[in-house]
């Protein structure tokens, strides 16, 4: 590989995200309990969210948006004003989630640092965004932070014309098979994959993906063994 910059997502990949969204989830069921079953409140807060998509982009305010509108359509309009209350108050819990790094994040780009363009690629809130990135004390390391309304391969190739970069110089490391892998692959680039304890529904792909340029990992350290081996 003869790379010049290396992308990484954020969510997941470098510090913990949807575990706090899976935490947020089930207080959402707990509170519309009365209604439908767990699995049922999931599943019709799912279809919200992913119909929201194209208007609200992705992220926490979205999710907000979606989790009240998601309420008042579970309960024909007739929820309290009480839980729309208390479900702003869950998305500005999720807004102020600590910041958890995952293992091995800090080292990998301390070792890649000054020897390849890093780049953060990822989805979400803007104003979300760099404030985890802020708060990670990640931001050092980063040539630019790149928050993307959507991860195809035309984003990814707008972003790589962007930073001036030719896709077999160009390295996306993330925890989504659909978001940060297939499209840079597609591209002619290289994608590493390591794999969070638990993907957002939205993210599964139901099929093994074998191509020379992609490789997956455990932990992010193996990064660095990758590229200097």
């Given at each position: 590989?003869?790379?010049?910059?290396?992308?990484?997502?954020?969510?997941?990949?470098?510090?913990?995200?949807?575990?706090?969204?899976?935490?947020?989830?089930?207080?959402?069921?707990?509170?519309?309990?009365?209604?439908?079953?767990?699995?049922?409140?999931?599943?019709?807060?799912?279809?919200?969210?992913?119909?929201?998509?194209?208007?609200?982009?992705?992220?926490i305010?979205?999710?907000?948006?979606?989790?009240?509108?998601?309420?008042?359509?579970?309960?024909?309009?007739?929820?309290?004003?009480?839980?729309?209350?208390?479900?702003?108050?869950?998305?500005?819990?999720?807004?102020?989630?600590?910041?958890?790094?995952?293992?091995?994040?800090?080292?990998?780009?301390e070792?890649?640092?000054?020897?390849?363009?890093?780049?953060?690629a990822?989805?979400?809130?803007?104003?979300?965004?760099?404030?985890?990135?802020?708060?990670?004390g990640?931001?050092?390391?980063?040539?630019?932070?790149?928050?993307?309304?959507?991860?195809?391969?035309?984003?990814?190739?707008?972003?790589?014309?962007?930073?001036?970069?030719?896709?077999?110089?160009?390295?996306?490391?993330?925890?989504?098979?659909?978001?940060?892998?297939?499209?840079?692959?597609?591209?002619?680039?290289?994608?590493?994959?390591?794999?969070?304890?638990?993907?957002?529904?939205?993210?599964?792909?139901?099929?093994?993906?074998?191509?020379?340029?992609?490789?997956?990992?455990?932990?992010?350290?193996?990064?660095v063994?990758?590229?200097?081996?």
């Amino acid at each position: 590989m003869n790379l010049k910059v290396i992308a990484f997502d954020a969510d997941d990949t470098l510090f913990i995200n949807e575990t706090y969204f899976l935490e947020t989830e089930e207080k959402f069921c707990a509170l519309m309990s009365d209604y439908l079953s767990h699995q049922g409140l999931s599943q019709e807060l799912f279809k919200v969210e992913i119909a929201n998509l194209k208007l609200y982009g992705y992220g926490i305010k979205g999710y907000i948006l979606s989790m009240i509108e998601a309420a008042m359509k579970i309960s024909n309009n007739t929820i309290p004003i009480e839980v729309i209350e208390k479900i702003i108050q869950y998305g500005k819990e999720l807004l102020e989630k600590p910041i958890e790094l995952l293992e091995g994040v800090d080292e990998t780009l301390e070792a890649l640092y000054g020897k390849y363009k890093l780049v953060v690629a990822t989805k979400g809130d803007l104003l979300d965004q760099r404030r985890k990135l802020h708060n990670s004390g990640l931001g050092k390391y980063f040539h630019h932070i790149e928050v993307m309304s959507d991860k195809k391969e035309q984003d990814y190739d707008d972003l790589l014309k962007r930073l001036d970069v030719q896709p077999h110089e160009f390295l996306m490391v993330g925890n989504s098979l659909k978001s940060d892998v297939l499209p840079v692959l597609e591209l002619g680039g290289y994608a590493v994959h390591i794999p969070f304890h638990t993907t957002w529904a939205h993210e599964k792909i139901d099929h093994e993906i074998k191509h020379e340029n992609f490789h997956s990992f455990t932990n992010i350290t193996e990064v660095v063994d990758l590229i200097t081996n």
